[in-house]
Nanobody
Framework: QVQLVESGGGLVQAGGSLRLSCAAS????????MGWFRQAPGKEREFVAA????????YYADSVKGRFTISRDNAKNTVALQMNSLKPEDTAVYYC?????????????????WGQGTQVTVSS
């Protein structure tokens, strides 16, 4: 049974940093993409970043490019999202997701497995 468990959320002031982590278990993730999505109150869930497990190639939403960095640790089966220069509009529940890499890896439908989410709140 695949499990994705996020950690690292919290409250931070604008301009600050947070690091989210996702611990993955239950299968091997070769040929997979691991992604981060977020959902703000009253809004739809949106893509944030993704990484191809084998190659390490990364993808970012325009809104976070240059501020967020996604990475993976193959040995520990973890995926991290380093978030710098945080803005109030980054406030959301952040979800880790996993799915076979495809052309849909920046879309929710590209992912089969989801974590429970972790809250990130950025105060102004």
């Amino acid at each position: 049974q695949v499990q994705l468990v996020e950690s690292g959320g919290g409250l931070v002031q604008a301009g600050g940093s947070l690091r989210l982590s996702c611990a993955a278990s239950g299968r091997t993730f070769s040929n997979y993409a691991m992604g981060w999505f977020r959902q703000a109150p009253g809004k739809e869930r949106e893509f944030v970043a993704a990484i191809r497990w084998n190659s390490g190639i990364t993808y970012y939403a325009d809104s976070v490019k240059g501020r967020f960095t996604i990475s993976r640790d193959n040995a520990k089966n973890t995926v991290a999202l380093q978030m710098n220069s945080l803005k109030p509009e980054d406030t959301a529940v952040y979800y880790c997701a996993g799915g076979r890499y495809s052309s849909s890896s920046t879309l929710q439908r590209g992912y089969d497995y989801w974590g429970q989410g972790t809250q990130v709140t950025v105060s102004s």
